[in-house]
């Protein structure tokens, strides 16, 4: 396999746009503690609590209480994991990747990557993009940012190598399905961001 000739590649970057997501201010501890108490569950928990408190039923309004704080506690799990993906994402952009174009392996800028690119990722890289596994050398990823599960996981050929995770050992070439904010990691930047997320070619196709 080849990969890509440059002008492909600048075809469809032209055509699909550039690996990157609109950029945002991550937010401070603040804000993101905010949003956790602006979750659904969490509020209603409020208002139990004051209701019992009112009707002086102390039982109730302790046990409504005692539910909160868990609800806040998991809202600001979600909340930060949000936020790493957010950051994550602007990170990508100033990164290099190693991409098969006319023939041979070379370094590019993440944000000229496109869909079709055969890319190489070694122990210890980011994947730069959501990759398709064609080639899978003992290789096992960190796909704490996404799931918050820390224990590596074993990756073989068709598997997905989603942007923003660890090549935690071994080698994989892969093939970019999606880029920018159609990847997973593009996702929850979107929702952080309350913006529609773009469908990949790929997945329309599909």
């Not at 309350?194 to 790929?202: C, D, L, N």
Request: aromatic share 4%; net charge neutral.
């Amino acid at each position: 396999m080849d990969g890509l000739t440059s002008a492909e590649a600048a075809a469809r970057l032209a055509r699909y746009g550039a690996n990157l997501t609109p950029g945002q201010r991550p937010a401070g501890g603040w804000q993101i503690a905010a949003r956790a108490f602006l979750d659904p569950m969490v509020g209603l928990l409020i208002v139990a609590a004051a209701t019992y408190i009112a009707l002086g039923d102390g039982l109730d309004a302790g046990s409504a209480l005692l539910a909160f704080v868990p609800g806040v506690g998991g809202g600001l799990v979600r909340e930060t994991r949000t936020e790493r993906a957010v950051r994550a994402l602007r990170d990508l952009g100033a990164t290099r990747a190693r991409v098969l174009r006319d023939g041979r392996f070379s370094a590019i800028p993440t944000e000229t990557l496109v869909l079709g690119d055969r890319v190489r990722c070694v122990e210890g890289d980011i994947a730069p993009a959501d990759l398709q596994v064609a080639r899978a050398t003992h290789a096992f990823v960190d796909r704490s940012l996404l799931t918050g599960e820390s224990v590596p996981e074993s990756l073989g050929g068709g598997g997905l190598l989603a942007a923003g995770t660890v090549l935690d050992a071994g080698q994989v070439d892969g093939d970019v399905v999606a880029t920018g904010r159609a990847t997973e990691l593009g996702r929850i930047g979107g929702m952080v961001q309350g913006g529609s997320v773009r469908r990949s070619p790929m997945e329309v196709r599909a």
